[in-house]
């Protein structure tokens, strides 16, 4: 395994083809400060740019919470007045943007608290996997703040306007049941259970074959037009290029022999 620190609280894991941002602030239930958003970005590209990683993770350090929200103790310096909660909007907007538009699987691994601005880049994510004690709620009612639009059409996408609605105009909580119901998971293993089944999960989508994967991902985000950066003709050229590859090879090498394909992203 491979450690990057990229910011104090925020750290990169690289483990075989998986790679982990770990968001580390045990002390304040993984509370997002303004610097931690901005680390982000560059921790997901450090990954997304990395031809070994075929997949990347988000997880909170210990087994309280993913993410409890954002840091509401620094609101008052970093969101004070139209003009810094603007600029504190963009930064989170680019976070979640980054990791919305990563070319790989990105997967959410909820252990606990998944709330507010956690709930949000959880759901940026491809795929989100919790534990049990999985909480999830948007209490943006309750402090009188408003999500980036972006953020609220992620959760849109996964669980529909009704749904979404709920979960903003009620501020309610859901464990994890009440969550998977909704629609927000994919899964949901055993407290106990969890370290061992998602990683097995995780190994599972990185050893699919990266450029399939790759095109996948963002062909179903260019249906719910989740990405603006991917012309009709880029995706076509994604999916010819899937065609033309080593690994498209092997698959079918693999098929013919009765045998797992062992694919590179190439």
Same mark, same amino acid.
């Given at each position: 395994?491979?450690?990057?620190?990229?910011?104090?609280?925020?750290?990169?894991?690289?483990?075989?083809?998986?790679?982990?941002? *770990?968001?580390?602030?045990?002390?304040?239930?993984?509370?997002?400060?303004?610097?931690?958003?901005?680390?982000?970005?560059?921790?997901?590209?450090?990954?997304?740019?990395?031809?070994?990683?075929?997949?990347? *993770?988000?997880?909170?350090?210990?087994?309280?919470?993913?993410?409890?929200?954002?840091?509401?103790?620094?609101?008052?310096?970093?969101?004070?007045?139209?003009?810094?909660?603007?600029?504190?909007?963009?930064?989170?907007?680019?976070?979640?943007?980054? #990791?919305?538009?990563?070319?790989?699987?990105?997967?959410?691994? #909820?252990?606990?608290?998944?709330?507010?601005?956690?709930?949000?880049?959880?759901?940026?994510?491809?795929?989100?996997?919790?534990?049990?004690?999985?909480?999830?709620?948007?209490?943006?009612?309750?402090?009188?703040?408003?999500?980036?639009?972006?953020?609220?059409?992620?959760?849109?996408?996964? #669980?529909?306007?009704?749904?979404?609605?709920?979960?903003?105009?009620?501020?309610?909580?859901?464990?994890?049941?009440?969550?998977?119901?909704?629609?927000?998971?994919?899964?949901?293993?055993?407290?106990?259970?969890?370290?061992?089944?998602?990683?097995?999960?995780?190994?599972?989508?990185?050893?699919?074959?990266?450029?399939?994967?790759?095109?996948?991902?963002?062909?179903?985000?260019?249906?719910?037009?989740?990405?603006?950066?991917?012309?009709?003709?880029?995706?076509?050229?994604?999916?010819?290029?899937?065609?033309?590859?080593?690994?498209?090879?092997?698959?079918?090498?693999?098929?013919?022999?009765?045998?797992?394909?062992?694919?590179?992203?190439?």
């Amino acid at each position: 395994m491979s450690d990057i620190t990229i910011h104090d609280k925020i750290l990169l894991e690289r483990s075989g083809p998986i790679g982990r941002i *770990v968001i580390n602030n045990e002390a304040k239930r993984n509370a997002m400060s303004l610097d931690m958003w901005q680390a982000i970005p560059g921790a997901v590209k450090a990954l997304d740019d990395d031809a070994e990683i075929h997949v990347i *993770v988000i997880i909170g350090a210990g087994d309280v919470a993913f993410i409890s929200g954002a840091d509401v103790t620094e609101f008052d310096v970093v969101r004070k007045d139209t003009a810094s909660a603007t600029r504190y909007d963009d930064i989170t907007a680019e976070c979640y943007r980054s #990791v919305r538009n990563a070319k790989k699987p990105t997967i959410a691994l #909820v252990k606990g608290f998944c709330m507010g601005a956690g709930l949000g880049l959880a759901a940026a994510c491809d795929l989100r996997l919790s534990n049990e004690s999985g909480k999830f709620g948007i209490p943006a009612g309750r402090l009188g703040v408003g999500y980036p639009t972006k953020a609220i059409a992620d959760i849109v996408n996964i #669980v529909g306007p009704a749904k979404a609605k709920e979960l903003y105009l009620t501020a309610k909580v859901l464990d994890a049941t009440e969550a998977d119901a909704m629609g927000l998971l994919n899964e949901i293993y055993a407290d106990e259970e969890f370290s061992e089944k998602v990683e097995k999960y995780c190994l599972n989508v990185a050893r699919l074959a990266p450029l399939s994967a790759q095109y996948h991902k963002a062909a179903i985000n260019a249906a719910f037009e989740q990405v603006d950066h991917l012309s009709m003709d880029e995706l076509r050229s994604m999916a010819t290029t899937c065609l033309d590859s080593d690994d498209y090879a092997e698959g079918l090498r693999a098929f013919a022999e009765k045998r797992k394909p062992v694919f590179v992203g190439k």
